[in-house]
């Protein structure tokens, strides 16, 4: 007997994609474009050129800066430094900074997690309407309410002059950004966690401490350090608010730059210095910052 026929599949198929072209395609959607990288790289130059000028301009002497503003220091100079290192006066006003910027800082985290829990975990009425009164709060600057705060805190709080008298009115203009970012990022945390610790006969003040608090340290780290930078660069309030020993280092910058306008090298050198603390606390932190804004866009 003759073997069957072998019978043909008539089907039309579809071809396969080429490996060769189909690569190229995915790379072109999943890499920007070269143009991004020249304009972030732009943007850069332009945002740490004022920056760059500075740090070396403390390293330099008056002579040098004004035969060429924009050159390299030759020889380098360390006294600028040193003088502002040396001096009490840099000192005081880091103290007060620090002080300050650690007060309001502790309670903007505080007063923000226990004000998002409740926004973001419990449903009862008007919930939403609260929410957008915190939201609305980022409408209102602290400028407008320099006048009103100032008597409140001077008259009938007796806080003026004082570490106090800042970090509060600081932290209350800091709480409306807080809860918009910790609320999405509580919001995130799965209900099944918090069933399950119930069924563990763990009260809503038990998840809150023992579950909730770990598992939102991004958030926390992030609105904490938002709010210190926010502090330490504040100006206008510790200008109205503070006298003599007891003003802050933007104040100091411009106090120093006022009694020694005609030592620009030494500004400079100021300067510089009074941004160390919160770029070396904004850098220690980046990675918990962009954790906790990636929770809060999730949420």
């Known amino acids: 007997m003759s073997a069957a026929a ?21 790379r072109a959607i999943g ?43 030759d020889p380098w100079v360390f006294d600028n430094y040193l003088n502002v290192l040396q001096g009490s006066q840099f000192w005081r006003y880091t103290l007060n900074s620090v002080a300050i910027a650690t007060m309001s800082t502790v309670l903007v985290v505080v007063c923000g997690i226990m004000a998002a829990y409740p926004l973001a975990r419990y449903q009862f009425r008007g919930r939403e309407g ?12 602290a400028t407008v ?24 009115p600081q932290a209350a203009f800091a709480l409306p950004l807080t809860v918009v970012i910790l609320r999405p990022f509580l919001q995130a ?3 099944e966690l918090e069933e399950a610790a119930m069924l563990d006969g ?9 579950i909730l608090l770990p598992l ?3 958030g926390m780290v992030t609105v904490g350090v938002l709010a210190f930078v926010g502090s330490w660069n504040a100006y206008l309030l510790p200008l109205l608010l503070l006298q003599g020993d007891m003003r802050t280092l ?31 606390f904004f850098l220690t932190a980046q990675k918990q910052i962009v954790g906790g804004l990636q929770g809060a866009v999730k949420g």
């Open 6 to 26: 072998p019978t043909r599949d008539l089907t039309p198929r579809r071809p396969a994609p080429d490996a060769a072209e189909a690569t190229p395609r995915r």
């Open 31 to 73: 890499r920007p474009s070269p143009w991004v990288y020249v304009l972030a790289a732009i943007v850069v130059f332009f945002t740490l050129l004022p920056v760059l000028v500075g740090v070396i301009g403390g390293f330099r002497t008056n002579a040098q800066l004004a035969e060429n503003p924009a050159g390299w220091p």
């Open 130 to 141: 609260l929410f957008t009164i915190f939201v609305m709060g980022l409408l209102f600057p």
């Open 145 to 168: 309410a320099v006048i009103p705060l100032f008597i409140i805190t001077t008259r009938e709080l007796h806080l003026g002059n004082t570490w106090a008298g800042i970090a509060l």
């Open 189 to 191: 945390i799965p209900k």
């Open 202 to 210: 763990t009260g809503r003040i038990g998840f809150f401490w023992r």
């Open 216 to 218: 939102s340290r991004p």
């Open 250 to 280: 933007p104040l100091g910058v411009a106090d120093f730059s006022s009694e020694h306008a005609s030592d620009t090298a030494g500004v400079f050198a100021f300067t510089t210095l009074s941004m160390i603390p919160a770029l070396i």
